[in-house]
């Protein structure tokens, strides 16, 4: 197996960042564990080809494409799901003849050792501060390159996932307050008894990361890759931040709501997922639900076919609220509208302690990840109602002790990291764990998405005139969440 061509470049190391690339390429531990002790192993990780952009990480999983007979990561999409399985290609099939069969049983055996050779080698990689979504000059993370092994990546995939977990998850932390130690910095306890109760037999976390980026939402690494569904950074997009966004004039179209910068506040093609997101939250009639973020009224005229007993919109731009007027949304029969960002509505609400709700949906714009955390970690735990109150479908009135419908539910719009298949399935996997952090249990339901560029690419089709794709992917996963037991 001949690794990728790798050309060197300079950095402020000793080592010839091509030496380790190479290393990395070819597998082998030993001369890569030996060059990442030369100097900072964070920086030594992380060297990248100037020409294909190809970090360590990159290149460990970029040799494995000649003996998987996959394309070469310069052809590879990165938006497209694999055909079969999970992520997989189909495996080579058995063919008439035994030295077809040897042949073809060799050859997986040979892909086989090598998938596990790179698994090895990215661990490693990993293990000394490897950023997990660094783009090459193809737009690629080490990520999307492992997605297009096929199924017999899916070991080396998971390892990246669980990669883009653990520094997701860290860094949040991190911008909690939480402090790592490093080198020679020791805790400021006091020394326990000799015994070693509060001493120091449990050792430090010792683990080195980039610092937090704070420019963007949402919390990414010091990489190139965007944290998930960031706005640009131009200076002139409204999207930068909530207020911007509030101040801005909306352009409300018959299939689309867009802001002043052309950025997609909401979108028609966003019905199913709508219609399916509002029958699984409200299966009966009868219940009190709150829905924040109003946008074009997609969900909220879901709620009203299911005949509520009361329903709360909290929506905060003047456009949209405007729009509402004008249709009528004010004088609903049990519909209360709030005017106001729902950090200021709802606070009031959960002070007041006398109300409840069965139903939450949360779809805001321009907002970040910590917010939609300290939605659910301060509003849904004060506003959701645990034993329910609408009845639930199939059980008769006093009947058993789900009479009154069970658990609330509550639910939001996951867009988390959806303009690639890496950062969806990392930030599913970190907005359930901080969830169940917060006391909730989440069940995913996925729901399949059409070609949205029309086959044309992500300026064409339903993005056309749309200023960034908010959306890549074929399948999304609507969360539907009830309190923990």
């Not at 310069?74 to 999970?86: G, K, N, Q, T, Y």
């Not at 402090?179 to 020394?191: A, F, I, K, R, S």
């Not at 058993?400 to 298949?421: I, M, N, P, S, T």
Request: aromatic share 6%; charged share 25%.
């Amino acid at each position: 197996m001949d690794p990728p061509i790798i050309s060197s470049t300079t950095t402020s190391t000793s080592i010839d960042p091509q030496t380790i690339l190479l290393a990395a390429a070819h597998h082998d531990l030993p001369s890569l564990r030996a060059l990442l002790r030369t100097g900072p192993a964070n920086l030594l990780a992380n060297v990248q080809d100037p020409e294909t952009g190809f970090t360590p990480l990159h290149a460990a999983i970029a040799a494995c494409y000649s003996s998987s007979g996959t394309a070469s990561p310069a052809s590879v999409s990165l938006h497209e799901r694999p055909a079969s399985d999970d992520v997989g290609n189909e495996p080579v099939k058995s063919t008439n003849g035994d030295h077809i069969a040897d042949a073809e049983r060799s050859s997986l055996s040979e892909r086989e050792k090598d998938i596990e050779a790179a698994t090895q080698t990215v661990r490693l990689l990993l293990e000394h501060g490897a950023i997990w979504n660094d783009l090459d000059n193809e737009d690629l993370t080490p990520g999307c390159l492992a997605l297009r092994l096929g199924r017999e990546g899916r070991v080396v995939y998971e390892v990246m996932v669980e990669a883009g977990v653990r520094a997701e998850m860290l860094l949040g932390r991190l911008d909690e307050g939480w402090e790592v130690l490093g080198e020679g910095e020791e805790h400021d306890e006091e020394e326990g008894d000799e015994d070693g109760v509060n001493g120091d037999d449990t050792p430090g976390l010792t683990t080195e990361i980039p610092p937090p980026s704070t420019e963007t939402p949402l919390e990414a690494p010091s990489a190139t890759v965007p944290p998930p569904s960031a706005p640009s950074q131009n200076p002139d997009d409204t999207s930068l931040t909530n207020p911007s966004y509030l101040h801005s004039t909306l352009a409300l179209h018959p299939d689309r709501l867009l802001d002043a910068s052309h950025n997609a506040v909401m979108m028609s093609w966003e019905t199913t997922l709508m219609r399916r997101t509002a029958t699984l939250l409200a299966p009966t009639q009868g219940l009190r639900i709150l829905n924040v973020g109003h946008g074009m009224g997609i969900i909220d005229n879901f709620f009203q076919d299911t005949l509520p007993l009361s329903h709360h919109i909290v929506e905060a731009h003047s456009d949209v609220l405007k729009k509402m007027r004008q249709d009528g949304w004010c004088e609903k029969k049990d519909v209360t509208v709030h005017e106001g960002r729902w950090q200021d509505v709802l606070p009031q609400l959960v002070a007041k302690g006398d109300v409840l709700f069965d139903v939450i949906y949360f779809d805001t714009f321009a907002e970040d990840y910590k917010d939609l955390r300290e939605f659910f970690g301060e509003v849904v735990v004060g506003l959701l109602d645990g034993d329910g109150h609408g009845h639930v479908e199939g059980e008769a009135d006093g009947e058993g002790e789900g009479k009154k419908g069970g658990r609330g539910r509550w639910g939001f719009f996951h867009g988390l990291g959806a303009d690639r298949r890496i950062c969806y399935d990392v930030y599913t996997k970190v907005v359930e764990m901080d969830l169940f952090e917060a006391g909730f249990d989440t069940e995913w339901h996925e729901v399949d998405v059409p070609d949205l560029s029309g086959g044309k690419g992500d300026g064409d089709g339903e993005w056309s005139g749309v200023r960034r794709p908010y959306w890549t992917l074929d399948t999304y996963r609507l969360p539907i969440c009830r309190f923990v037991g």
